[in-house]
């Protein structure tokens, strides 16, 4: 059940994010996704949760349906102004299972009741939440991922702007969710965290610089490519395609 990149290419407007990217995410695996900013990280995650087309190459997803794919992105996808309440944004987790026309039966809303202990946030059910904090709304979304029961997680900065009592918290989740064997792949900045708790790492730089255990990955070496990688970059480039075989 291994995620694989043949030759992905990337892009927005034609103008290159991702370069000619081949590799695999093993089942199970727990991968942090890292390199200067506007590598081209939160694209990739976008192109595995299916929410962009390749210019070239593909994503191979082996017997896996998108369906089992949980995405979080860097904005979040709820309105603090709607009048939702902290249980029914989390129960929205079980829209993939049930269908956007589907009734949730009460074992439903325990589970919904459930994932919200298992975040800290027990007996926050009908606050609105419009009146969350930053850190309280980011664990709102991960029990709410915690119903989705995917295979395949894919965070982009899930720990920004949130204070380090939640990111501890939230980060023991993710190891849950690696010791369950889910695949987990998580975009970061934070390159001491990931030394800390991704045994796996991509250094990207618009191309990759390195994929393997992170030690090896975040090499000083590695390091100082994806940074000269970085300088170089051309905002204005066209999508660079392979030669004529």
């Known amino acids: 059940m291994s995620i694989r990149l ?18 695999s995410f093993a089942p199970g695996s727990l ?3 890292i390199g200067p900013n506007g590598a081209g990280k939160s694209t990739l995650l976008k192109a595995l949760a299916g929410l962009i087309k390749p210019a070239e ?3 191979m997803l082996s017997s896996l ?21 902290v249980l029914e944004v989390v129960a929205l987790g079980h829209w993939r299972r049930v269908g956007i026309f589907g009734g949730l039966g009460g074992g439903d809303i325990d589970a919904a009741r459930m994932a919200l202990e298992a975040v800290g946030l027990g007996g926050f059910e009908t ?16 029990a709410r991922m915690m119903l989705q029961d995917a295979k395949v997680i894919l965070l982009d900065e899930p720990f ?18 690696h ?25 990207l730089a618009r191309e990759l610089v390195a994929w393997g255990p992170t030690e090896e990955a975040l090499s000083p070496g590695n390091l100082l490519k994806a940074r000269a990688m970085a300088e170089s970059w051309r905002d204005d480039a066209a999508i660079c395609r392979r030669p004529a075989a």
Not at 184 to 201: A, C, E, G, N, S
Request: glycine fraction near 6%; charged fraction near 25%; hydrophobic fraction near 40%.
């Open 57 to 59: 190459g593909r994503v």
């Open 179 to 203: 010791d369950e064997k889910r695949t987990v792949v998580t975009v970061l900045h934070d390159y001491d965290q990931v030394r800390r708790h991704f045994p796996q790492t991509l250094l």
């Open 31 to 33: 991968t942090a996704v």
């Open 127 to 142: 606050r609105p939440i419009g009146t969350l904090s930053a850190g309280q709304f980011q664990r709102a979304l991960f």
């Open 6 to 23: 043949e030759g992905l290419t990337l892009a927005y407007d034609r103008h290159p994010a991702v370069h000619h990217l081949s590799g």
């Open 65 to 85: 349906d998108r369906r089992e794919i949980a995405y979080l992105p860097q904005q979040a996808d709820v309105d603090g102004s709607v009048p939702l309440s």
């Open 160 to 177: 920004t702007a949130i204070d380090a009592r939640t990111t501890a918290d939230l980060l023991d989740l993710v190891q849950h969710w």
